[in-house]
């Protein structure tokens, strides 16, 4: 993808998540296609030359220690923006810049709200808005869809997600962000993990990994499988031999390039486009 395609500031539209009180516009560092040092978080949205109604806030990863727009948000919005999806990119706060974990967990409720609305785009359909989390950040979007909503998000789709906080998966940075180094309880791993919080109005799921990611094991997202399947929620699972973390939209060559494919029929079949 042409290099000047990579770069947030050819976003469309910014918008602040909290346009009253101390975080009046979007403030945060940019390093090298990292997002860190969000001091008032936002929204940068990219809107489709022929828009259909659709919208997917995106929450990149990065273990919570920073926001890997160009790897994974990025390349994301543009290939959702390709099939008239508008794409929201969600700058949540990190946990370890203060507020710990329920910060970017606000952020990212307050961006579903938002978008639900109309308060930014009035093209919007309030009952097509989706997320879309990477890694860390599809942590993020599953606590985020999983939770009680008067109006829940239409999908989830979740990429090499961490789903699961406490052992045997306590090891990953997004695991000591919610938990820190200390001991956890039952009650504090429950808290921060995706499969508790799947219910009778859980969103259809997309889930995509590989077999031989070396950071988020795929047994966690069997736990998830199995979470929507006790409560007989609709779910697609692909796992792919080869591909390791951090994918984004495909690498070049291997499985992993197949799921945007996958991923728009799975949209199509669930009448999202």
């Known amino acids: 993808m042409a290099a000047d395609r990579m770069r947030l500031d050819n976003a469309r539209d910014v918008y602040p998540l909290w346009p009253e009180g101390s975080m009046a516009s979007p403030a945060y560092t940019s390093r090298r296609g990292r997002i860190v040092r969000v001091s008032a978080p936002g929204l940068h949205i990219i809107r489709p030359e022929h828009p259909n109604g659709a919208a997917v806030i995106i929450a990149a990863g990065g273990g ?144 995509a990994y590989a077999a031989d990611d070396s950071i988020v094991s795929p047994p966690q997202d069997e736990y998830l499988m199995q979470s929507y399947q006790r409560h007989h929620r609709p779910y697609e699972v692909h796992q792919f031999a080869t591909g390791g973390h951090g994918f984004g939209l495909g690498r070049a060559t291997g499985p992993t390039q197949k799921w945007p494919h996958l991923a728009e029929r799975w949209m199509r079949q669930q009448g999202f486009l």
């Open 64 to 207: 919570y220690r920073h926001i890997a727009v160009a790897q994974e948000a990025l390349p994301a919005a543009h290939w959702l923006a390709s099939l008239g999806i508008t794409a929201a990119i969600l700058l949540y706060r990190l946990p370890d810049e203060g507020g710990m974990m329920e910060a970017p967990l606000a952020d990212a409720r307050q961006a579903l709200s938002l978008l639900q609305s109309g308060l930014y785009n009035e093209r919007i359909d309030a009952q097509r808005v989706a997320l879309m989390g990477f890694s860390a950040g599809g942590h993020l979007a599953g606590l985020t869809a999983l939770e009680a909503h008067t109006m829940p998000p239409a999908l989830l789709m979740l990429l090499y997600p961490v789903t699961m906080v406490g052992p045997p998966f306590e090891r990953t940075r997004t695991s000591r962000a919610c938990l820190g180094d200390h001991s956890a309880t039952r009650e504090q791993i429950m808290r921060w993990s995706l499969p508790p919080h799947v219910g009778v109005h859980a969103p259809p799921l997309f889930l």
